[in-house]
């Protein structure tokens, strides 16, 4: 029981730093954007790779996360399982089970251990409870969330922009320098794409 009280602190120090990363990655989105727009590539590239950096952290952080859940829920599942031994080995009037019900029980058991050990344990309520009912600790995960959410909606509204960006300038190419659609052929007689026409332009767009 120990062991399982010390996930608590670790969790909200995990949270805490999930909280300070997405900080800075929310920064850091107001700054690609604003390159993006000024078409200041050189800020975008420095940008982008600490963006890189911040979301690699992240990720760590999110995979230690993962990993308290999953810890918790194996130590209370044992403790639960124990108890409930220890209960049935008490309850003397109650009589032995036939060998074959036994097996029956023991494959059940290896069977859920089986797929404990291929997929990720889903929490129930009491282990999701234990570990995040504290409230510093909900209070911290309630802020990952919100920051989680305004993220993501600052990354559409970066990739809609540059979409949106991309399509005028391709309208505009196909205007000032239509390609040919038809079929060419090299001179070995096989298909080959027409190549860019070139164009020389004395504004930055």
Do not use: C
Not at 45 to 63: C, G, T, V
Request: net charge negative; glycine share 2%.
């Amino acid at each position: 029981m120990a062991g399982k009280l010390k996930k608590k602190p670790v969790m909200l120090k995990v949270l805490k730093a999930e909280n300070n990363v997405l900080d800075s990655i929310i920064v850091r989105q107001g700054v690609i954007h604003d390159t993006v727009v000024a078409k200041d590539w050189v800020q975008l590239e420095d940008a982008m790779i600490k963006m890189e950096r911040l979301s690699a952290r992240f990720m760590e952080l999110e995979e230690q996360r993962m990993n308290i859940e999953q810890e918790t829920a194996l130590s209370m599942r044992e403790i639960e399982a124990k108890e409930s031994e220890d209960a049935e080995n008490a309850e003397s009037e109650i009589p032995e089970e036939t060998a074959e019900a036994i097996e029956e029980q023991e494959s059940e058991s290896e069977e859920v251990e089986e797929r404990e050990e291929a997929e990720p344990l889903v929490l129930t309520f009491e282990e999701r409870a234990f570990l995040y009912g504290d409230r510093r600790v909900s209070d911290t995960l309630s802020k990952v969330r919100t920051k989680l959410a305004r993220s993501k909606i600052e990354n559409n509204a970066l990739n809609a922009y540059v979409s949106a960006a991309n399509g005028f300038l391709q309208g505009v190419f196909d205007k000032i320098v239509p390609q040919r659609k038809n079929t060419v052929y090299n001179r070995y007689g096989k298909m080959a794409k027409p190549s860019m026409q070139s164009l020389v332009i004395d504004r930055v767009f």
